[in-house]
């Protein structure tokens, strides 16, 4: 069971990236030029969204480990500054660091890195492929 949320996981982001990927292809127009730029378009496509996800994934990260929780903190206190009574419940920033870190739940959200730094090493490929094939000085 573990093995088949894996793979769904694998290809949710698969399936993120490659409409990233495609979505940069169309606004680029990829069939209306020659070899040499779409190699380019597709260099470009790829490495955005490997891109993309490889930062994405490392938010994932940061936030698991605890370092947005000022902020929601910072926002809570903003907001129930406004809502009559809201002071009352006031807590102290160590007591919801606590809360909120015995509450956050740590996985392995390793899928987004990666498919990402798959997508990226592709979009590197091509751009070696291009320079290789096609640039001249």
């Known amino acids: 069971m573990k093995e088949k949320a894996s793979l769904r996981n694998y290809g949710i982001c698969v399936g993120i990236e490659v409409l990233i990927a495609f979505l940069v292809i169309w606004a680029k127009g990829f069939f209306a030029h020659s070899l040499a730029v779409n190699i380019q378009i597709l260099s470009d496509?790829?490495?955005?969204?490997g891109i993309f996800m490889t930062m994405f994934a490392g938010m994932m990260y940061v936030s698991?480990?605890?370092a947005f929780i000022g902020i929601g903190f910072v926002i809570r206190n903003v907001i129930?500054?406004?809502?009559?009574?809201?002071?009352?419940?006031?807590e102290v920033y160590a007591d919801y660091r606590a809360r909120k870190l015995s509450n956050a739940k740590k996985g392995d959200n390793h899928y987004a890195l990666v498919t990402g730094l798959i997508f990226?090493?592709?979009?590197?490929?091509?751009?070696?492929?291009?320079?290789?094939?096609?640039y001249r000085v």
């Not at 496509?45 to 969204?49: I, K, S």
């Not at 990226?120 to 096609?134: D, M, R, S």
């Open 45 to 49: 496509a790829f490495f955005v969204a």
């Open 64 to 66: 698991g480990e605890g």
């Open 80 to 90: 129930l500054a406004f809502i009559p009574m809201g002071r009352a419940k006031h």
């Open 120 to 134: 990226l090493f592709i979009g590197i490929v091509f751009t070696v492929i291009w320079y290789a094939a096609f």
